[in-house]
């Protein structure tokens, strides 16, 4: 099992850097969409590239971000129910979920999305709008984004069997303040400390 954790370890690591790499996306895509946006009002010029790479980096956040949502436990849980199992229980569950649901449909998703990236690859297929982009680099991150969330799900599976063979933490366990909730409470200090501040 200690091989596995370290498998597991350096997954959780590139997925983290991946993760973090894949915030980027949002910002670039919040500053084309504004200059999309000022050069179209002051300059009545409007470009479907841009507005195409919006979706891009958009697909491109969703896509890469799937493996870092399941690896910082981020992605929906129907906790209400959850919550009232044991931690055993719960990761079991998860167990199931991964191996049944999770696995085949990486696997499929990525062998269905792979010929569509290899045919847009092969005839290098544009978008038909004037001016659009190419369109293999959307359709590549189809097998690559559930490859990566694969990949995680091996590392999550780890964790489970780690756990409930009493070699590893409890990865599930909902002790101590999210990072939502960590963010929340340093924004509100700030925001305490500048009023204290302007107040004298």
Known sequence: MSLLLRISRLIDAIGDLIGKGAMWLILAATVIS?????VRKVFNVSS???LEIQWYLFAAVFMLGGGYAF???AHVRIDFISSKFSPRTRNWIDVAGIIVFLFPMCYMM????W????RAWNTGEMSSNAGGLIRWPVYGLIPLGFTLLFIQGVSELIKRFAFITGQGPDVLSHTGPSEAELLA???????????A???T
């Open 34 to 38: 504004a200059g999309n946006a000022i």
């Open 48 to 50: 479907n590239g841009l």
């Open 110 to 113: 990525a062998t269905l999305g």
């Open 185 to 195: 409470e340093q924004i509100a200090a700030d925001e305490k400390a500048r009023r």
């Open 115 to 118: 010929p569509l990236f290899e």
């Open 71 to 73: 690896l910082r436990n």
């Open 197 to 199: 501040g302007a107040a």
